[in-house]
């Protein structure tokens, strides 16, 4: 008897993890959402190969400090200590070939040695489908600094 009941335990379990997992790779990502929470892990994790894998050649950041070029914000990203972040507030909509994504990001870290605001940021990304997946190719935020 208590045999069937731990088999009927171990296969609940099972049923319940048979549902779709969410994608936590690249290749396995299906929205837009998740594109920007790989993103910023990638940077949480300063993978710098995938998020520089992820910009397209022509990429332009919008910040309070005005616009950087594709070099110039793959700088400031890796001035990025971040220890964790969450998005809210997520916004997508096509555009074409193309995703526009909005959000609010709370982050907890640092850029620079300077802490960042505890506040949420306000961001917005442009992704665009290319042969090899997708690839963010504008973005603009609120983010103290240059981001």
């Known amino acids: 008897m208590r045999t069937r009941g731990l088999l009927a335990i171990l296969l609940a379990l099972l049923l319940t993890s048979c549902g779709s997992p969410k994608p936590n790779t690249w290749s396995g990502a299906t929205g837009a959402e998740q594109f920007e929470r790989l993103f910023w892990q990638s940077v949480q994790q300063k993978d710098w190969d995938n998020v520089e894998h992820h910009l397209a050649s022509t990429y332009v950041a919008v910040t309070s400090s005005g616009r950087l070029e594709r070099a110039e914000a793959l700088a400031h990203l890796k001035q990025l200590d971040i220890k964790d972040f969450t998005l ?18 709370t982050v907890h870290g640092t850029v620079g040695g300077q802490a960042l605001p505890e506040t949420p940021m306000h961001m917005m990304t442009v992704w665009q489908q290319v042969k090899h997946g997708w690839i963010a190719v504008a973005h603009a935020d609120s983010m103290p600094g240059k981001m």
Do not use: E, K
């Not at 809210?88 to 990001?105: F, L």
């Open 88 to 105: 809210g507030n997520v916004d997508v909509r096509p555009a074409g070939g193309d995703m526009v994504v909005t959000y609010d990001i």
